[in-house]
């Protein structure tokens, strides 16, 4: 599907435009269509072969967790289980359920404050397509506008990969042998980390492909730096990763802590705790929001692919993580594991100033009361 000289946008091919939308059959303008809770709606049901060009839609609903239980489904080819399986805010780049502006090549969520939701990710499919999105709120979806743009192509290449993602999401625990949440060796020296066994992971297929990159939400409990966890891939069976990252900044292009928006087309912060929204200022405490693209530096794999990353340094940090990882690869793929439920997927709430006082007062109690200022316990 390549053209030399980077001549891709001015290759004329014979293909047919196609669109699946929502627009008013009767020719008026109520351009959407409802969905009651439990209902799930056909986005796209087409033959092949074709390639998916462009998604875009937006959401009329009152549940303040809209983008969490809504889930977006993709079967190609006839396979029984989905080849993308994620809530619909974290596919598209909006986490926690909120709305907040992203941008990237080819993931959005733009104005207005996020709320149109765009892929340009190219989805082929040899045989047969069909795009889902299931409503598992309490709440209907009183309009939901979409547009899905494909093109029917006389053939694809054999060596084409299908487009697939999944959500994960883990509330970790210190996985170190002290268990106490020892970044930065504030309480004893560091610990080691010999294996990915406990790491946060992004995902685990088998089969041929090439991984695209990540959506990764962090929701850290306390205002301690979230980011030294090392990326690690194990590519066709490997016993130790043949990518090992220095730290979780590092594997997204940043470097010393960053705390600051930063959107570039393969990589950025999309969300800092305290900018551009509601939460305080407590060093890296709250929401972040890291991505990164592989489209220039795809990893790529001929049997199988387990990538993961460690949750703070030899994964000793409490956190709420959740991602969803693309990629494209030869079918059958590997079943993904039971979508949490959508109890599990409710975001947790932060801890206030209230549960900071208690914090305080459990410290000062354990050093006998009175004045006790709060750094008696450095070493």
């Given at each position: 599907?390549?053209?030399?000289?980077?001549?891709?946008?001015?290759?004329?091919?014979?293909?047919?435009?196609?669109?699946?939308?929502?627009?008013?059959?009767?020719?008026?303008?109520?351009?959407?269509?409802?969905?009651?809770?439990?209902?799930?709606?056909?986005l796209l049901d087409a033959d092949g072969p074709g390639v998916i060009r462009h998604i875009w839609m937006t959401i009329n609903c009152d549940d303040p967790?809209?983008?969490?239980?809504?889930?977006?489904?993709?079967?190609?080819?006839?396979?029984?289980?989905?080849?993308?399986?994620?809530?619909?805010?974290?596919?598209?780049?909006?986490?926690?359920?909120?709305?907040?502006?992203?941008?990237?090549?080819?993931?959005?969520?733009?104005?207005?404050?996020?709320?149109?939701?765009?892929?340009?990710?190219?989805?082929?499919?040899?045989?047969?397509?069909?795009?889902?999105?299931?409503?598992?709120?309490?709440?209907?979806?009183?309009?939901?506008?979409?547009?899905?743009?494909?093109?029917?192509?006389?053939?694809?290449?054999?060596?084409?990969?299908?487009?697939?993602?999944?959500?994960?999401?883990?509330?970790?625990?210190?996985?170190?042998p002290s268990g106490r949440e020892n970044e930065w060796s504030l309480l004893h020296d560091y610990e080691v980390n010999p294996t990915d066994a406990h790491?946060?992971?992004?995902?685990?297929?088998?089969?041929?492909?090439?991984?695209?990159?990540?959506?990764?939400?962090?929701?850290?409990?306390?205002?301690?730096?979230?980011?030294?966890?090392?990326?690690?891939?194990?590519?066709?069976?490997?016993?130790?990763?043949?990518?090992?990252?220095?730290?979780?900044?590092?594997?997204?292009?940043?470097?010393?802590?960053?705390?600051?928006?930063?959107?570039?087309?393969?990589?950025?912060?999309?969300?800092?705790?305290?900018?551009?929204?509601?939460?305080?200022?407590?060093?890296?405490?709250?929401?972040?929001?890291?991505?990164?693209?592989?489209?220039?530096?795809?990893?790529?794999?001929q049997e199988s692919l387990r990538a993961s990353i460690e949750h703070g340094h030899a994964n000793c940090l409490t956190m709420e993580m959740a991602s969803?990882?693309?990629?494209?690869?030869?079918?059958?793929?590997?079943?993904?594991?039971?979508?949490?439920?959508?109890?599990?997927?409710?975001?947790?709430?932060?801890?206030?100033?209230?549960?900071?006082?208690?914090?305080?007062?459990?410290?000062?109690?354990?050093?006998?009361?009175?004045?006790?200022?709060?750094?008696?316990?450095?070493?």
């Open positions: 599907m390549s053209t030399p000289h980077g001549l891709e946008i001015a290759t004329l091919r014979p293909s047919r435009n196609r669109r699946a939308s929502s627009y008013d059959r009767t020719g008026g303008n109520a351009d959407w269509v409802s969905i009651a809770p439990g209902e799930t709606l056909t967790l809209t983008k969490r239980n809504l889930i977006l489904r993709a079967h190609w080819d006839g396979q029984e289980h989905p080849s993308v399986e994620a809530p619909v805010g974290d596919f598209f780049g909006n986490g926690w359920g909120l709305n907040y502006n992203f941008s990237s090549p080819w993931l959005a969520c733009a104005p207005r404050s996020g709320k149109a939701l765009v892929s340009y990710f190219p989805m082929p499919f040899f045989r047969h397509a069909r795009i889902t999105l299931e409503n598992q709120s309490e709440y209907p979806v009183k309009s939901y506008y979409f547009y899905v743009d494909y093109d029917e192509v006389p053939s694809l290449p054999e060596e084409t990969g299908l487009f697939h993602a999944w959500y994960n999401q883990e509330l970790t625990s210190p996985d170190n790491n946060y992971l992004w995902m685990d297929t088998t089969g041929q492909g090439q991984f695209l990159g990540v959506n990764a939400y962090y929701a850290n409990p306390g205002p301690m730096w979230w980011g030294e966890g090392d990326d690690m891939f194990l590519i066709d069976g490997e016993n130790w990763p043949g990518l090992h990252g220095t730290g979780s900044e590092d594997y997204f292009n940043q470097s010393w802590s960053p705390d600051e928006r930063f959107d570039h087309p393969c990589f950025g912060t999309a969300r800092i705790p305290g900018i551009d929204n509601d939460e305080p200022k407590w060093g890296w405490f709250g929401r972040t929001h890291c991505y990164r693209f592989h489209h220039l530096d795809p990893i790529r794999f969803v990882a693309y990629w494209y690869q030869t079918l059958p793929g590997k079943p993904f594991p039971a979508l949490p439920t959508r109890d599990a997927r409710k975001p947790r709430e932060l801890p206030t100033v209230s549960d900071i006082h208690r914090w305080r007062d459990a410290f000062v109690t354990s050093h006998g009361g009175g004045s006790v200022w709060g750094s008696e316990g450095r070493r």
